[in-house]
């Protein structure tokens, strides 16, 4: 398509001479259209033959000096076609290419510069230096528009391109998610089912004492709320948004609730050898789902156990009447100063923390931030290194 207005130009001068005779060197414009066609027969070969691009560049340098040639024998510096060219430049920003769009440009702006050179009279011309001077700073500062334009389309193209790629493997992260809760759903429900089927079965055995049937009992409680702890948390991992969860809010009395847990949690106490001291008051009741909030403050004290082995755990309540602060503090391994940022994120665990705990998923505080703010509350976490952590959740009292 390139070639059309330079062969129908040649076609003219060649079919009705007369029309032509403005241009100074017609028969070097004829030579120009024929080199032109053959070095473009020749470069499409080769691109064809080695899929090289360099060889379309070494088209667009010779549309440069083709339409130089135009200029020439139409008046040089006088010339009504220098807009042409615009044309080799325009081509090489329409193609998005930021390296030859900004060669080309400059290429040509060099050689409009040097055309006075060819015409030595122009010299003793003040107004005419001036005027071509200007022609090539205004050509040039069009060409390097053409070059901004360019980056700037490439620009927001690898942007959209970058904002693609991660929104599709955000998608298959997503899809990973769903993947691995659904596996671990039926890879932790299933043995606790199974558990407290095994239980309920011993339980009926006419052979078991009285003693040791309070003690199934006891046992198939506990199974029974490990469940329920299992569904709300990976309920609440699950949901990509707090608007996903439904609350069931109840009147939550916050000291007996940490009471409870720390009946649930004695045996790993008893086993860290963790001294548990506590500063809460008679009553403090809140606004909130308490199974989601058992979970929530559950895993802050656990941590606050695994982590501080014969070590003292702080648990602390208090209240400035429109929030509660529950703080637990400990004197365990601590944070890194490099992990604290990280502490909620999915997954996530120190190196400390691995080395103490392998087995550990690292998704509790994750999903103790979700219930908690999904209560309207904040969570933050203050830890140095081998000294121990304070973990600190504020909820509202009144449901917003």
Request: aromatic share 8%.
């Amino acid at each position: 398509m390139g070639l059309l207005i330079p062969i129908a130009l040649g076609l003219g001068m060649y079919l009705a001479p007369d029309f032509f005779t403005w241009m100074r060197y017609p028969q070097a414009v004829l030579f120009s259209i024929v080199s032109l066609a053959v070095l473009h027969v020749l470069f499409f070969a080769l691109h064809e033959k080695f899929n090289k691009k360099i060889f379309f560049t070494a088209a667009r340098y010779s549309y440069s000096f083709f339409f130089m040639c135009i200029i020439i024998s139409a008046g040089g510096l006088g010339s009504p076609f220098i807009f042409l060219l615009v044309f080799p430049v325009i081509v090489s920003a329409v193609y998005l290419d930021e390296r030859i769009t900004e060669h080309v440009g400059l290429v040509l702006t060099i050689m409009l510069a040097m055309l006075i050179v060819l015409y030595p009279r122009a010299w003793t011309d003040p107004s005419l230096i001036i005027r071509h001077v200007t022609v090539t700073v205004l050509f040039g500062l069009i060409c390097y528009l053409m070059h901004r334009i360019v980056v700037d389309t490439l620009h927001q193209k690898n942007e959209k391109e970058e904002i693609d790629r991660r929104l599709s493997e955000f998608t298959q992260i997503e899809q990973l998610k769903h993947d691995f809760l659904s596996v671990a759903q039926h890879q932790l429900r299933t043995p606790l089912a199974g558990l407290r089927w095994a239980l309920e079965t011993l339980k009926e055995d006419v052979g078991v004492s009285p003693q040791n049937r309070e003690l199934i009992d006891e046992s198939i409680l506990r199974v029974g709320d490990a469940i329920g702890i299992v569904n709300e948390m990976l309920t609440t991992a699950e949901g990509s948004s707090t608007d996903q969860l439904k609350l069931v809010r109840v009147p939550v009395d916050v000291p007996r609730l940490i009471k409870a847990i720390l009946g649930d949690l004695e045996y790993v106490a008893l086993v860290r050898s963790v001294k548990v001291n506590l500063n809460l008051p008679e009553k403090l009741e809140i606004e909130g789902d308490f199974k989601k909030l058992k979970a929530a403050f559950l895993n802050i004290v656990d941590n606050a156990f695994k982590y501080s082995p014969k070590g003292n755990v702080d648990i602390s309540v208090t209240s400035d009447g429109e929030k509660m602060v529950m703080s637990v503090t400990d004197t365990g391994i601590g944070i890194s100063e490099e992990d604290v940022p990280y502490v909620f994120d999915r997954l996530h665990r120190g190196k400390n923390a691995i080395s103490l705990e392998p087995n550990e998923s690292g998704v509790g505080l994750y999903t103790t931030k979700k219930i908690i703010e999904l209560h309207g509350g904040t969570i933050s976490v203050s830890s140095v290194l081998g000294k121990g952590t304070t973990v600190t959740a504020y909820l509202p009292i009144k449901a917003k």
